[in-house]
């Protein structure tokens, strides 16, 4: 059985450096938490080292400045890492072979608020995908869609031979306590029809090589990564080698049949990460140092 505990404190000790996800552990889109809050004050007052990694498709400019909005101090962590900051990075430089195909006209698929992928890139954003070499997927247009909304578009795109550039491979976020698509489901729709996806974010494995530079000197046996999400946050943690703490009162609240609180039963727990094969080292109801 994985272990479940009340809160963070007595895992602390274990760890000198922290990745810990956003979305569903730090705040839910609307608000933030102040118990997590707190659990990272907590842990830099320990001389821990803390990187935000989040599969946000926005710049790390961007969400810092929405953190400042919700409340969430720069102060709190070392740095910040995202699944739209580590797609655009290959998007301006072209570091392989997959990249330097691409051509320069793009169709840019998002809402406005991830405009800020498009700032400082040699690329036309073109209106029409007879226009476009690729896609670059952020976001969806509105809240309330479902990937079969944009099913024209994809056999449209997949008809042209478009590759697609996926900068959140996440499925879904719990926006306010309701549950909104994210661009990964949108793009796993893509690969299914025979299109061709290119993904920036967790569980990649690249997207860890920022935040270990960040904690830079603390061996990985000594880092643990904290989300709400086994085939992103605790996937991500098992492919590059480091202890995942699963928050199981987040994303996946529903699929563990958890409490008000949080709280799924040891047995739940372990059926789920067994379905998914996915493991944590250990389980929390909520990110807080302590109930």
Request: net charge negative.
């Amino acid at each position: 059985m994985i272990p479940i505990f009340d809160g963070f404190a007595p895992l602390a000790e274990r760890y000198d450096g922290f990745i810990v996800d956003l979305w569903g552990v730090m705040h839910d889109g609307a608000r933030v938490f102040p118990a997590a809050i707190d659990c990272l004050e907590r842990l830099r007052a320990l001389d821990k080292r803390i990187v935000i990694l989040s599969n946000a498709p926005r710049r790390v400019s961007a969400i810092q400045e929405r953190n400042q909005q919700l409340g969430l101090s720069s102060e709190l962590s070392h740095g910040v890492m995202s699944s739209g900051e580590d797609a655009w990075h290959h998007l301006a430089h072209r570091p392989d072979a997959w990249y330097r195909a691409l051509g320069t006209r793009c169709y840019h698929l998002g809402p406005a608020r991830d405009f800020n992928m498009r700032e400082g890139l040699d690329y036309s954003f073109v209106d029409g995908l007879a226009e476009a070499d690729f896609v670059l997927m952020t976001g969806t247009l509105g809240s309330e869609e479902a990937v079969g909304d944009y099913e024209d578009f994809l056999r449209a795109a997949a008809g042209h031979g478009l590759p697609m550039i996926c900068a959140n491979p996440d499925l879904e976020v719990i926006r306010d306590g309701k549950p909104e698509i994210c661009a990964g489901a949108v793009a796993a729709r893509y690969e299914e029809i025979g299109g061709q996806v290119r993904y920036h974010g967790k569980p990649h494995t690249g997207i860890y090589d920022a935040c270990f530079s960040v904690l830079d000197g603390v061996p990985r046996a000594r880092i643990a990564a904290i989300g709400d999400a086994l085939r992103t946050d605790i996937a991500g943690a098992n492919a590059v080698g480091i202890d995942g703490i699963f928050i199981m009162g987040g994303l996946q609240a529903r699929d563990l049949d958890a409490d008000d609180e949080g709280y799924a039963t040891p047995q739940r727990l372990a059926a789920q990460c067994a379905a998914e094969g996915h493991s944590p080292a250990a389980a929390l109801p909520v990110f807080r140092w302590s109930p």
